[in-house]
């Protein structure tokens, strides 16, 4: 059974330069989230969608993050253009929500991202 | 929004004891909770989880418990072995407004000394 699916694995590049992370998840569920995670914050979420539409961006730090999610199995990440403080490891989860209960995330191995 | 503080940052352990991982959170709200655990290089992987409506839930070695009142909730490994050195993180979520995300404690690394 294929678990979410991150890609690249690691991404290194220079400040100024467009990133584009990806992620595939679980087949069947409902609800996509990303994450980031550095040392200085712990995992935060960055925005979360539900039935492919963005529920919650409220984490996204700033307008040279976007995220979309044109599919079910499908969903993308972008910086740009990217800061060397934006170096951190991203994760994407999926989940099959339902009513407002929470339910388990299950989390792909996520993305190294450095910005020299 | 919620918030959710978690201790000891570090736990280290000999090798067959017990390790406890307390978490408390704010959102009187919140109806789930999970526990993560996650090692060098990987994602975190659900290890067992609690819903607000039941006290205390075992699965072999681990165990969690959930006390609404305080708004705490803790892991319990008991029989701790080499494997189990990682970093483990409490989470919670499911308030009623909606909130699915969830909302991580900063973690505890756990180190299983043979």
């Known amino acids: 059974d294929a678990g979410v699916i991150q890609s690249p694995r690691h991404e290194v590049t220079e400040m100024g330069q467009e990133v584009t992370l990806r992620c595939k998840p679980i087949s069947g569920h409902n609800s996509l989230f990303w994450y980031r995670q550095t040392m200085m914050r712990g995992l935060e979420l960055l925005i979360y969608f539900n039935n492919n539409v963005p529920i919650d961006d409220s984490g996204m730090p700033e307008d040279r993050f976007s995220a979309k999610m044109p599919n079910a199995s499908f969903s993308t990440l972008k910086i740009q253009p990217s800061e060397p403080r934006d170096s951190a490891v991203y994760f994407c989860?999926?989940?099959?929500?339902?009513?407002?209960?929470?339910?388990?995330?299950?989390f792909g191995d996520g993305t190294r991202l450095s910005i020299l | 929004g919620e918030n959710v503080e978690q201790h000891p940052s570090t736990l280290s352990v000999q090798e067959g004891d017990s390790a406890v991982i307390k978490c408390t959170y704010s959102d009187s709200a919140s109806n789930y909770f999970p526990w993560y655990k996650q090692e060098l290089g990987k994602g975190p992987q659900l290890i067992i989880d609690?819903?607000?409506?039941?006290g205390e839930k075992k699965d072999q070695r681990i165990a969690v418990t959930l006390n609404k009142t305080a708004k705490h909730f803790s892991l319990h490994i008991t029989e701790t072995q080499p494997e189990d050195s990682a970093v483990y993180f409490c989470a919670a979520s499911g308030a009623p407004s909606g909130r699915r995300a969830l909302t991580f404690g900063s973690g505890t690394r756990l180190q299983v000394q043979p």
């Open positions: 609690i819903r607000s409506n039941v």
């Open positions: 989860a999926s989940s099959f929500v339902r009513q407002n209960k929470g339910q388990p995330q299950h």
